[in-house]
């Protein structure tokens, strides 16, 4: 009866759908959501208040992020195997940031980020196959091997940059190649709370608003860079603010929906010539620094629990979901065994494909015109 | 290419030359790519209002105005930044430094952003983009304004650097620089600016450019060769002239490229002469001298040498102010003729 009460009661109801071999009843095609009011910065009014989320993109973000979740933790594997070598910072806790971003943006837009890059370089497009045997330096990585965890780039991404901060500037030319070209596309530029002090940071902010370059300048604050945490590395904290006469939006970094509404609002505002404008997500890491840093020298097992068991975005999204009858049990576990399977298939290839030949060596140092 | 070998055939009989200055041969070069491509542009301190510090870029901003020259803020490290950027997403952009020295704020956009990416990409991302400036010493201006970056930047796999001596140098090496789908750092020199030379029609032609990693033989000897770039090679032309009264017949390599260098050109001379001195600006400790001497030992050259191969460098020591001073820091034409008769055992 309650079965039946329910699918009588919701009015955006799908019908009775076949799945295999179970029946899913009821699933909600979307929801209203209240996204966390973001802190505001020189800003009158900021991203919507209300997300719209429908089936499809619940499950898309489920996926992805997921799939992200997995991947990284295949890499951690496969680095205490040492079938990885060298840098390897991971993004587990981080995905709402990426997928938010990437949910929100268009992809003939822009990105670039910094070294902890995994997560980026799979939402904007490479498949985790070319990403797992880029890190394991085979000829089938998205490089040829020949890049490695920090140097994958793909099409309007442009890494993966080693250097901290270096990466803001590029974003910014990039930004201003959008203008120039006049092509209505905007530049997402991140980097991190332990970034945020560059000063080449500001010298972007300076030329971006004297400029009104379309560059979106994001600071993931995962509140820790390497392990300094931000009250020990910042004057100020508030990274948000720290563009002073460009407007800033704080946003919650754990919600892929608060993530998506205040993108969607700073590409809107970037595409109206308005200029740059300034983000900070407020996320975490599960991960030490990278794969050589325990991560527990300079905060707490309980902190890093704390965070999984009530902030952890994946099953954030996935409560929401379910308790809005958005899946079932079933269908996530499904999308679940599919992408171990998945991860696992491009595992195998990236331990099985040969490394680059030899004479790939001196290859790419100059392009011939 | 056959269309300009067309040129030479009928610029052989009458060449129609016109006399234009280093500085004036950039700024045509940059006036003829602006106009050719428009994504090609220009940014940097000064170098549209003011129209350029030492005046390159006079007239560019009147005409392209201010979405193709860009001033920029006295922030090298975010300009050069944001010139690589532009130039991932599809841009040509010029990025002038006011001098060399600055360079070093930014220098690592310009290693790790801009020479590396092409081959951390395995080939996805290429870097079309040009780095420009007076490089090397002046005149009074002290230490910190007078040091020459060749051999810092030749020393960089992924880079192409650029050394031009004259006006036909400047014009055309700017200009293959500009259509190069590779990070050029182009070291340009601010006494040679003033510098007149007479050019040739075929020169003056708007696609003449010159081969960038290609030296050129100046002048033809058979007792020694030196091997020199930017304003050195004048010096070297100079103590040729001398050194031909006392029946000493110098070859003068001008190398116009640092990186790729033209190794065949100068070992094909030293195989004819069989002796070498190397003249440079910048200090000899890791120097484009060294490195040229390195190369003649390891090749086929080594075995046609007569005597070692000798360095002529700027002085090991940061630059110092008075006149006096300023002039013993840097080779002159005696320094060359004292060296070349050292080695010749004259």
């Given at each position: 009866?309650l079965?039946?009460?329910?699918?009588y009661?919701s009015?955006?109801?799908?019908?009775?759908s076949?799945q295999?071999?179970?029946?899913?009843?009821?699933?909600?095609?979307?929801?209203?959501?209240?996204?966390?009011?973001?802190?505001?910065?020189?800003?009158?009014?900021?991203?919507?208040?209300?997300a719209?989320?429908?089936?499809e993109?619940?499950l898309?973000y489920?996926r992805?992020?997921?799939?992200?979740?997995?991947?990284?933790?295949?890499?951690?594997?496969?680095?205490?195997?040492?079938?990885?070598?060298?840098f390897?910072?991971?993004?587990?806790?981080?995905?709402?940031?990426?997928?938010?971003i990437?949910?929100?943006?268009?992809?003939?837009?822009?990105l670039?980020?910094?070294?902890r890059?995994?997560?980026?370089?799979?939402?904007?497009?490479?498949?985790?196959?070319?990403?797992?045997a880029?890190?394991?330096?085979?000829?089938?990585?998205?490089?040829k091997?020949?890049?490695?965890s920090?140097?994958?780039?793909?099409?309007?991404f442009?890494g993966g940059?080693?250097?901290?901060?270096?990466?803001?500037?590029?974003?910014?030319?990039?930004?201003?190649?959008?203008?120039?070209?006049?092509?209505?596309?905007?530049?997402?530029?991140?980097?991190?709370d332990?970034?945020?002090?560059?000063?080449?940071?500001?010298?972007?902010?300076?030329?971006?608003?004297?400029?009104k370059?379309?560059?979106?300048?994001?600071?993931?604050?995962?509140?820790?860079?390497?392990?300094?945490?931000?009250?020990?590395?910042?004057?100020?904290?508030?990274?948000?603010?720290r563009?002073?006469y460009?407007?800033?939006?704080?946003?919650?970094?754990?919600?892929?929906?608060c993530?998506?509404?205040?993108?969607?609002?700073?590409?809107?505002?970037c595409?109206?010539?308005?200029?740059?404008?300034?983000?900070?997500?407020?996320?975490?890491?599960?991960h030490?620094?990278?794969?050589s840093?325990?991560?527990?020298s300079?905060?707490?097992?309980?902190?890093?629990?704390?965070?999984?068991?009530?902030?952890?975005?994946?099953?954030?999204?996935?409560?929401?979901?379910?308790?809005?009858?958005?899946?079932?049990?079933?269908?996530?576990?499904?999308?679940?065994?599919?992408?171990?399977?998945?991860?696992e298939?491009?595992?195998?290839?990236?331990?099985?494909?040969?490394e680059?030949?030899?004479?790939?060596?001196?290859?790419h140092?100059f392009?011939?015109? | 290419?056959?269309?300009?070998?067309?040129?030479?055939e009928?610029?052989?009989?009458?060449?129609?030359?016109?006399q234009?200055n280093?500085?004036?041969?950039?700024?045509?070069?940059?006036?003829?790519?602006?106009?050719?491509?428009?994504?090609v542009?220009l940014l940097?301190?000064?170098?549209?209002?003011y129209?350029?510090?030492?005046k390159?870029?006079?007239?560019?901003?009147?005409?392209?105005?201010?979405?193709?020259?860009?001033?920029?803020p006295?922030?090298?490290?975010?300009?050069?930044?944001?010139?690589?950027?532009?130039?991932f997403?599809?841009?040509?952009?010029?990025?002038?430094?006011?001098?060399?020295?600055?360079?070093?704020?930014?220098?690592d956009q310009?290693?790790?952003?801009?020479?590396?990416?092409?081959?951390?990409?395995?080939g996805?991302?290429?870097?079309?983009?040009?780095?420009?400036?007076?490089?090397?010493?002046?005149?009074g201006?002290?230490?910190?304004?007078?040091?020459?970056?060749?051999?810092?930047?030749?020393?960089?796999?992924g880079?192409?650097?650029?050394?031009?001596?004259n006006?036909?140098?400047?014009?055309?090496?700017?200009?293959?620089?500009?259509?190069?789908?590779?990070?050029?750092?182009?070291?340009?020199?601010?006494?040679?600016y003033?510098?007149?030379?007479?050019?040739?029609?075929e020169?003056?032609?708007?696609?003449?450019?010159l081969?960038?990693?290609?030296?050129k033989?100046?002048?033809q000897?058979t007792?020694i060769?030196?091997?020199?770039?930017?304003?050195?090679?004048?010096?070297?032309?100079?103590?040729?002239?001398v050194l031909?009264?006392?029946?000493v017949e110098?070859e003068?390599?001008?190398?116009?490229?640092i990186r790729?260098?033209?190794?065949?050109?100068?070992?094909?001379?030293v195989?004819?002469?069989?002796?070498?001195?190397?003249v440079?600006?910048?200090?000899?400790q890791?120097?484009?001298?060294?490195?040229?001497c390195?190369?003649?030992?390891?090749?086929?050259?080594?075995?046609?040498?007569?005597?070692?191969?000798?360095?002529?460098?700027?002085v090991?020591?940061?630059?110092?102010?008075?006149?006096?001073?300023?002039?013993?820091s840097?080779?002159?034409?005696?320094?060359?003729?004292?060296?070349?008769?050292?080695?010749?055992n004259?």
């Open positions: 009866d079965y039946f009460l329910c699918v009661r009015l955006m109801c799908h019908s009775l076949l295999g071999a179970r029946m899913v009843a009821s699933t909600r095609s979307f929801a209203d959501f209240t996204p966390q009011k973001c802190e505001l910065h020189r800003l009158e009014a900021g991203p919507s208040e209300t719209v989320l429908t089936r993109q619940g898309q489920y992805t992020m997921q799939t992200m979740r997995r991947m990284e933790l295949k890499a951690d594997q496969l680095y205490k195997q040492k079938i990885i070598r060298g390897c910072h991971l993004y587990d806790g981080q995905e709402a940031c990426a997928m938010g990437e949910a929100g943006i268009n992809p003939t837009d822009h670039i980020t910094a070294y890059a995994h997560g980026y370089t799979f939402t904007r497009g490479v498949s985790v196959r070319e990403i797992l880029e890190l394991t330096g085979r000829r089938g990585g998205v490089a091997g020949k890049g490695g920090m140097h994958m780039y793909a099409k309007h442009y940059n080693g250097i901290v901060g270096a990466q803001v500037p590029l974003g910014a030319g990039v930004a201003l190649a959008c203008q120039y070209q006049g092509n209505n596309q905007v530049c997402v530029a991140l980097y991190g332990g970034a945020a002090n560059q000063g080449q940071i500001f010298e972007s902010f300076n030329m971006a608003a004297l400029w370059l379309p560059c979106i300048f994001i600071c993931e604050n995962n509140k820790f860079g390497m392990g300094t945490s931000v009250e020990r590395s910042s004057a100020s904290t508030d990274y948000f603010k563009g002073d460009i407007p800033g939006i704080k946003v919650d970094g754990m919600d892929v929906l993530v998506r509404e205040a993108i969607k609002f700073a590409a809107d505002y595409r109206a010539g308005k200029g740059p404008i300034v983000m900070e997500l407020e996320t975490y890491r599960y030490g620094h990278s794969m840093d325990p991560g527990v300079y905060r707490s097992r309980e902190e890093i629990q704390e965070v999984r068991s009530k902030s952890d975005p994946i099953t954030m999204l996935k409560e929401r979901m379910l308790s809005n009858n958005m899946a079932s049990v079933e269908e996530i576990k499904e999308i679940d065994v599919e992408i171990r399977k998945v991860i298939d491009a595992a195998q290839f990236a331990i099985s494909d040969p680059p030949p030899l004479d790939e060596l001196c290859n140092i392009s011939v015109s | 290419s056959h269309f300009l070998s067309c040129l030479v009928f610029s052989k009989t009458s060449p129609a030359a016109v234009v280093v500085r004036d041969a950039l700024n045509q070069a940059m006036d003829e790519e602006l106009e050719r491509d428009e994504r542009f940097g301190e000064e170098v549209a209002q129209d350029g510090a030492y390159v870029s006079r007239g560019l901003w009147k005409k392209y105005g201010d979405k193709r020259i860009i001033d920029t006295i922030t090298e490290m975010g300009f050069a930044g944001i010139a690589v950027g532009a130039a997403a599809g841009l040509r952009p010029i990025c002038e430094f006011m001098t060399w020295n600055f360079s070093m704020q930014a220098i310009v290693i790790n952003s801009a020479a590396k990416t092409y081959y951390m990409s395995a996805a991302q290429p870097v079309p983009i040009v780095f420009r400036g007076p490089n090397g010493s002046s005149a201006v002290a230490a910190q304004h007078s040091q020459c970056f060749a051999a810092w930047y030749g020393h960089c796999p880079l192409k650097v650029v050394s031009p001596w006006s036909e140098d400047a014009r055309g090496l700017l200009k293959a620089a500009i259509r190069d789908n590779n990070p050029v750092v182009f070291l340009e020199n601010e006494l040679m003033g510098v007149p030379f007479d050019l040739s029609e020169v003056m032609h708007k696609d003449f450019v081969p960038i990693g290609k030296a033989v100046e002048r000897g007792h060769t030196l091997v020199s770039h930017s304003r050195c090679v004048g010096f070297c032309l100079d103590a040729a002239a031909a009264k006392e029946g110098c003068v390599v001008n190398l116009r490229t790729p260098l033209d190794v065949e050109t100068i070992e094909a001379s195989m004819k002469t069989g002796h070498l001195v190397t440079e600006g910048g200090w000899p890791y120097g484009v001298g060294a490195e040229i390195a190369r003649i030992m390891e090749g086929p050259a080594f075995n046609y040498l007569d005597a070692p191969a000798v360095r002529v460098t700027g090991d020591i940061p630059m110092p102010y008075a006149k006096i001073l300023e002039d013993h840097v080779p002159q034409i005696k320094d060359i003729i004292f060296t070349v008769k050292k080695v010749l004259m």
